[in-house]
């Protein structure tokens, strides 16, 4: 929801219901995991990004996410 203000009054978007999607947003979402199962992941702020990608095993994602 922190978005959807500046959407608006930056630029006029109304933005429809989209469910568990953070449009525009990642990594927030659900995501399949390999076992099949499904994982549902908001790391949408710098600092739960660095951890995540520190659990994940690689840091310098938080550093050059490209």
Same mark, same amino acid.
């Given at each position: 929801?922190?978005s959807?203000?500046?959407?608006?009054?930056?630029?006029?978007? /109304? %933005?429809? %219901? +989209?469910? &568990? /999607?953070? *449009?525009?947003?990642? *990594? !927030?979402?659900?995501? $399949? !995991?390999? =076992?099949?199962? +499904?994982?549902?992941?908001?790391?949408?702020? =710098? +600092?739960?990004?660095? %951890?995540?990608?520190?659990?994940?095993?690689? $840091? +310098?994602? &938080?550093?050059h *996410? =490209?």
């Amino acid at each position: 929801m922190e978005s959807t203000v500046p959407e608006y009054t930056e630029g006029g978007e /109304i %933005r429809e %219901r +989209s469910g &568990a /999607i953070l *449009p525009k947003t990642a *990594p !927030s979402n659900v995501y $399949p !995991s390999a =076992d099949g199962d +499904s994982i549902v992941m908001g790391a949408n702020q =710098d +600092s739960v990004f660095t %951890r995540l990608a520190e659990a994940m095993g690689d $840091p +310098s994602l &938080a550093e050059h *996410p =490209d």
